[in-house]
């Protein structure tokens, strides 16, 4: 399975690398790649190390004002012109995708995904891995726009809030078919 990993690309304290360290491994030695923003920094380099670590492939989508932080050792390496062909080229080369902890980035990148999975754009299941309840504000704000009509389809079909790594990647290899 290729395993779309939108993150962070700041250093980070334990509360988050351990948790992406973890995602990681479990990527890794199920035989499936990543497919990440390509950074060799922050939480991104975290998760590469840790797939690259456990026996995963790599397959990095940069872009060209980040070119210089692009991981060496990448199976693959994209560089493209921009952040929106770089979503849309990560969400291609991909058959899930996983939000994990990050900033304004990491969220425009998780709201385009569940925007486009809204319209039927792709059907591919999306996971919030919410390590150390960081993402239970956005959490409560999707609860209240599906229970206030705002979701056109139920906010279950769009995404699943997964509390670590081990139910984010069940959920993951039960809706894809792929273990």
Not at 11 to 38: M, N, Q, S
Not at 63 to 71: K, Q, T
Not at 137 to 162: H, I, N, S, W, Y
Request: hydrophobic share 40%; glycine share 12%.
């Amino acid at each position: 399975m290729n395993i779309c990993v939108f993150c962070s690309a700041a250093e980070l304290d334990e509360r988050y690398t351990r948790p992406a360290r973890e995602f990681a491994e479990l990527i890794g030695k199920g035989g499936h790649t990543l497919v990440w923003g390509g950074s060799n920094v922050g939480l991104m380099k975290v998760m590469a190390d840790g797939v690259r670590k456990s026996g995963g492939r790599l397959v990095g989508v940069s872009v060209e004002f980040l070119r210089d932080r692009a991981r060496a050792d990448a199976d693959e390496m994209l560089i493209m012109r921009g952040l929106a062909e770089r979503k849309a080229e990560m969400l291609a080369r991909s058959d899930a995708v996983v939000i994990m902890v990050g900033g304004t980035g990491t969220l425009d990148e998780a709201t385009e995904i569940l925007e486009l999975k809204k319209h039927r754009m792709h059907t591919k299941p999306v996971v919030l891995l919410n390590a150390e309840g960081f993402y239970d504000g956005l959490k409560q704000q999707f609860e209240r726009m599906d229970e206030e009509g705002f979701l056109p389809v139920p906010l279950t079909e769009l995404v699943l809030f997964a509390e670590d790594g081990t139910g984010a990647m069940a959920y993951l290899e039960e809706d894809t078919g792929v273990q």
